[in-house]
């Protein structure tokens, strides 16, 4: 089945990981190699050329992302069009957008790092899941716009968005403080991973509850986690090291307030909002929370099902449909 394009914001999506015991992979028969693709330099290097003759070669390299990145991403037109090419000798010509991509690709010139990070995740994502493809990656700059782009066999990062929580146009533009912490390269990794594996197997609500969303939730922390065994756990969840101890201390009281208020089974989408969404805080909690964390309680419940259910495997776990069940059979309870 073909795989409608998805366009993902990942700026501030949670991730989370708690480590004792990860399912076990072994990858040593493995030789995939991953390259990323740099849409991004080979755009760039359109400028001061022959536009249409140009555009027809970087439509060789990438003619799955190039109609994508054109039509959708940047929103010039189509390929073929005279009009795209006008805009294209503005666009080159902008000295903001010349500054902008001058820092993006001075600061993802060299991306081996990246590649073997990416490396060991589809080694382990091949072996937990053999009948998914590994994707083609590319990197791109977007203006600010979408951190990830899903395509139909592929995944491309806005390099532009990674540029570090200090990066003065950040501010000047107006982004906002819990959404520039997020904004830095230790985040390429996990968002290519998450991005992912939310179009592999995204979430179809059944019940309409807040617990089937805030588990799914779970159900990607806890993999990306999987995938990621290293990557250190507030990095992964998106939070500083003094908001992930926050929600460490303060897991009892959060549950609490859950339970009392009857909002696991609720159908208020209100109540998603306030619990998943990037925000300051979560206003259900106190002031001092950090943003999402419902799904931080949703990736606690994931993992204590997991460990009392030592022959479930990521798969099946991420296929498991019964919010329900995994609730009560994971046993959860902070207080």
């Not at 480590?19 to 400028?47: H, V």
């Not at 991403?73 to 795209?84: A, H, I, M, N, P």
């Not at 065994?229 to 908001?243: A, I, K, N, R, W």
Request: aromatic share 14%.
């Amino acid at each position: 089945m073909k795989k409608q394009l998805v366009i993902l914001f990942l700026v501030g999506l949670a991730l989370a990981a708690c480590a004792p015991e990860k399912r076990k992979a072994d990858t040593s028969d493995s030789n995939l190699e991953i390259k990323i693709g740099r849409f991004d330099q080979d755009f760039w290097a359109m400028k001061g050329q022959d536009l249409p003759a140009a555009l027809a070669h970087v439509d060789s390299l990438y003619p799955d992302f190039l109609p994508i990145y054109l039509e959708r991403v940047v929103q010039f037109g189509k390929k073929d069009d005279s009009l795209t090419v006008f805009t294209l000798q503005k666009f080159f010509a902008d000295t903001a957008v010349i500054h902008l991509y001058g820092d993006a690709l001075r600061a993802y010139q060299h991306i081996e790092p990246i590649e073997a990070d990416l490396t060991q995740a589809f080694r382990r994502a091949n072996y937990f899941f053999p009948d998914k493809k590994t994707p083609r990656f590319y990197m791109h700059v977007s203006g600010l716009n979408q951190s990830v782009v899903v395509g139909e066999g592929f995944l491309s990062l806005s390099i532009d968005n990674y540029l570090g929580e200090s990066y003065p146009l950040y501010e000047r533009v107006g982004i906002y403080n819990y959404l520039r912490q997020n904004m830095c390269p230790e985040k390429v990794v996990p968002d290519y991973v998450v991005a992912w594996l939310t179009s592999e197997f995204p979430f179809v609500p059944r019940t309409g509850e807040l617990m089937e969303e805030l588990l799914y939730r779970g159900k990607i922390l806890y993999v990306a986690s999987v995938l990621l065994p290293d990557v250190d756990e507030s990095v992964l969840m998106g939070y500083t090291p003094e908001q992930w101890k926050w929600c460490q201390k303060h897991e009892s009281e959060m549950w609490l307030t859950m339970i009392e208020g009857k909002h696991l089974f609720s159908h208020d989408s209100m109540l998603r909002v306030k619990y998943l969404n990037d925000a300051p805080f979560t206003s259900l909690f106190s002031q001092e929370s950090p943003g999402r964390a419902g799904a931080y309680i949703g990736w606690q419940i994931i993992e204590n099902y997991m460990k009392a259910n030592p022959d479930v495997s990521p798969l099946d776990l991420l296929y498991s449909v019964n919010a329900s069940y995994i609730l009560q059979q994971s046993g959860y309870d902070p207080r």
